[in-house]
């Protein structure tokens, strides 16, 4: 099975199904969008859902002309008036349903993927206000005691704007929000497990702060999985920078063995 997470926007903010175009040839199985626009809707009839007076969730159940081969589940959360926010798409046409918990950051979507093995995914993106290391902390904590709640497995990607190469005091509580994540809920970075290598001194960007020079380069974007999950672990890629042209980010795809998902292998 393959996670995909991508911050799209550059200058010009997507849709989810232009998005979704750009993974054809990857075949990822559930995606994560950040900073995007829900679906066009002239292809899609999107029930909105006011969660409170400031945002809403917009829900398609099924939406086939995203690609031709297959239907899709979408659920976008964001600020509709201001048109950006961040989508969770099933590809494989497992149902999604929005998991509401109070008071969680408008831009954090957790929801059960009811696969074969259901787990609870969440799509994260942080914003600096009140911070984005405590945006982070206390969304992650409570999708996690709501997973534990349910007796759910929990995932969760998208751009957390951490990384402990920022200065000072915003590098100490990148590290403190890997750490508490580890210790606290045994929710391990896929990334930096599968490279062993150290946070801040990764080998390969996700982001970079001047786009066009490539200069400035962090690794923000994250992947946690279960620590009982770690051997089901198969791969972690930084999709390259000359194929996703249209954002400084870069998609982060991570694979895990189908077993845990319930998931049978086709046979030819």
Known sequence: MQITSWNCRRKKVKTVDWCLKQFEPIKTHLVTLQECRPLDQGKAKIHWENTDSNQWVGRVRTQASLQTDTGHQVIWRGIKAMGWGVAVVSTKSWPLEFVDIPFLHRHVVPVKVHAPE?????????????????????SMSACAHEADKRGLPLVAAGDFNISRKFKGKLGEDASNVLKSMRDRYGLVSAYHQHYNEKQGEETRFTYYHKYMGRFRP?????????????????????????TFQDSDHRPLTVELDDAIFGIIPQRN
């Open 118 to 138: 259901p787990f609870m995914f969440v799509g994260v993106w942080t914003q600096r206000e009140p911070s984005y290391a405590r945006v982070a902390w206390e």
């Open 218 to 242: 962090f690794h923000i974007d994250y992947f946690f999985v279960s620590e009982d999950w770690i051997d089901r672990l198969i791969g972690v890629k930084v999709e390259p920078f000359s």
